[in-house]
């Protein structure tokens, strides 16, 4: 299915989506340094819940189920009256409602929020990714075949 | 606007949930025995107060609902989405819980889900938002959860109510249960209970 998103709605999921994976430290650690919080309302949640993991696999790349993975969400309205929804993997409720308040406060300053928590968060992410995928390389072996017996 | 806002629901959603449930099953053991009902803050929609206590509590993905015309609106199937997941029905026969609001028609008794034989429970409760729960016409109660006879006078319900009611009574098992709320307030009219005087 294709659906057209408008740049601002791809930069809003691009935010969540940083957001959401980023490590629990350091995005607590980025809101707590971030200054002048609004004061929220709770709209739903936050709550935990499963949600159903799919996977792809075989040739024909048929999906099946993986298993549930555990989800906390949380939907807010700060005081101007933005709403904001906030998705993460695991129980961790208070990262939840602060993503919604970020993803809430995301809409009226963009531009403040996206320099001080999410190009900050993303870097890391980055960073974290290049060392994996080092670490993974250093121990890479590549298995090929020499010959062949023939007869 | 990037965001919808659909309102808020519960403040403490368990705990709230569990004193609405417990309110709505006193009312429903002693029929005509007005519950105090907590009712939901925000008053953003035209679903407002009583109607939003019973409706978070009660329903699910699982319970399709029925909402009268004046409760139909984007706003409110918005709320009812976002907070319950239940499904809107335009048919109340289709529906286990059908909400009405304030000034809009009953629908007719028999028009809704009866239950089967087999399963009575799968009739359709009715939830239904009335000027005030006293100085209306009164009403004599007998049955199950009343120890002798009880009075009720509920304003706002239809002119024909009491003959509805009479057939209702009839078809037991089967039938429709009804939740008539005003003021903070739940009375329960289950299938059993049955209106001797009007």
């Known amino acids: 299915m294709t659906s057209e998103i408008s740049a601002e709605q791809a930069a809003r999921k691009r935010a969540l989506d940083i957001l959401a994976t980023a490590p629990a430290k350091a995005l607590a650690e980025r809101w707590h340094a971030f200054g002048d919080k609004p004061d929220h309302q709770r709209l739903r949640g936050p709550e935990t819940g499963l949600v159903m993991v799919r996977g792809r696999a075989g040739g024909g790349g048929a999906p099946f189920n993986l298993g549930e993975a555990t989800v906390s969400r949380a939907s807010v309205r700060i005081v101007t009256g933005e709403v904001g929804h906030g998705y993460c993997l695991g129980r961790d409720l208070d990262q939840a409602e602060a993503i919604a308040v970020i993803d809430a406060l995301r809409q009226r300053d963009a531009g403040r929020v996206d320099a001080e928590i999410i190009a900050p968060l993303e870097t890391l992410i980055v960073e974290s990714d290049v060392t994996r995928k080092n670490e993974t390389a250093a121990t890479r072996v590549d298995f090929f075949t020499m010959v062949r017996g023939d007869n | 606007m990037l965001s919808h806002d659909f309102g808020a629901g519960f403040a403490d959603p368990v705990r709230d949930a569990q004193a609405a449930f417990r309110a709505i099953l006193d009312a429903l053991a002693n029929p005509g025995m007005a519950q105090k009902l907590l009712t939901s803050g925000e008053r953003s929609t035209a679903l407002q107060g009583e109607l939003v206590s019973i409706l978070l509590t009660l329903s699910d993905h699982d319970t399709p609902i029925w909402l009268s015309p004046a409760l139909d609106t ?116 289950p299938r059993s209970t049955r209106i001797v005087e009007a």
Request: one cysteine or more; charged letters at 20%.
């Open chain 2, 74 to 189: 984007v706003a409110v199937r918005g709320f009812v989405g976002f907070h319950t997941g239940a499904p809107v029905v335009a048919d109340p026969e289709k529906a286990n819980f059908a909400f009405v609001a304030r000034g809009d028609d009953l629908p007719d008794l028999a028009s809704c889900n009866l239950g089967t034989q087999e399963y009575p429970d799968r009739s359709t409760t009715i939830v239904i938002e009335l000027l005030s729960l006293t100085g209306g016409a009164e009403l004599v109660l007998r049955g199950p959860g009343i120890a002798d006879t009880t009075t009720v006078a509920p304003q706002g319900l239809p002119q024909d109510f009491v003959a509805q009611w009479q057939d209702n009574r009839e078809l037991f098992p089967r039938g429709i249960d009804l939740l008539l709320v005003a003021g903070g307030e739940v009375i329960g009219l």
